[in-house]
T-cell receptor, first 118, second 114 residues
Framework: AQKITQTQPGMFVQEKEAVTLDCTYD???????LFWYKQPSSGEMIFLIYQGSYDEQNATEGRYSLNFQKARKSANLVISASQLGDSAMYFC???????????????FGKGTKLSVKP | NAGVTQTPKFQVLKTGQSMTLQCAQD?????MSWYRQDPGMGLRLIHYSVGAGITDQGEVPNGYNVSRSTTEDFPLRLLSAAPSQTSVYFC?????????????FGNGTRLTVT
């Protein structure tokens, strides 16, 4: 079973609008961390934002915020005021505690390709 | 600050050839890992290391070897290249395996096996 599911292979958004990229995860661990990475067409992997399972507030970093719904096991990335430079692949990833099946390694989803239209 | 440095950036191999992908980090990170990225598959973990002298297998280890003789270096060896190993390879490191510790990635190596 997939531990990280990103159901949107591709999405379009109009410049200056907000967009939500979906991510659901599967773990029986109580302690885990969730990450989002951006991969532009140039290929590098850029860390965007982190949410811990025990964090009481949703994480925010500039125009990025994380809509964390623990009971639903979802950690959706919200990008506000989209810019052309936001066009990229976006990956959701999870790290479980070391007792979890993934041994503390980062497990990635298959990604969502976001295209921002001018 | 160089971060994670991978070489080469591109490589073409013939089936059966061997080669080593180099990875070095200058952040004194304890944890290092290798992923491969294939279209529609996301990133899959090949091998990882939690410190010098310690390595372990990830999700897709077959056909690859690693070693970690120093904290800085974590080379990935392809023993006998196969077309199925055509992929983009990423080396990544983090301070630890702590939950909050993000991975820092190298720029990737695009490998084609003919």
């Amino acid at each position: 079973a997939q531990k990280i599911t990103q159901t949107q292979p591709g999405m379009f958004v109009q410049e200056k609008e907000a967009v939500t990229l979906d991510c659901t995860y599967d773990t029986s661990d109580q302690s885990y961390g969730l990450f989002w990475y951006k991969q532009p067409s140039s290929g590098e992997m850029i860390f965007l934002i982190y949410q811990g399972s025990y964090d009481e507030q949703n994480a925010t970093e500039g125009r990025y915020s994380l809509n964390f719904q623990k009971a639903r096991k979802s950690a959706n990335l919200v990008i506000s005021a989209s810019q052309l430079g936001d066009s990229a692949m976006y990956f959701c990833a999870m790290r479980e505690g070391r007792g979890g099946g993934s041994q503390g390694n980062l497990i990635f989803g298959k990604g969502t390709k976001l295209s921002v239209k001018p | 600050n160089a971060g994670v440095t991978q070489t080469p950036k591109f490589q073409v191999l013939k089936t059966g050839q061997s080669m080593t992908l180099q990875c070095a980090q200058d952040m004194n990170h304890e944890y290092m890992s290798w992923y491969r990225q294939d279209p529609g598959m996301g990133l899959r973990l090949i091998h990882y290391s939690v410190g010098a002298g310690i390595t372990d297998q990830g999700e897709v280890p077959n056909g690859y070897n690693v070693s970690r003789s120093t904290t800085e270096d974590f080379p990935l060896r392809l023993l006998s290249a196969a077309p199925s190993q055509t992929s983009v390879y990423f080396c990544a490191s983090s301070y630890s395996r702590g939950l909050r510790s993000p991975l820092h990635f190298g720029n990737g190596t695009r490998l084609t096996v003919t």
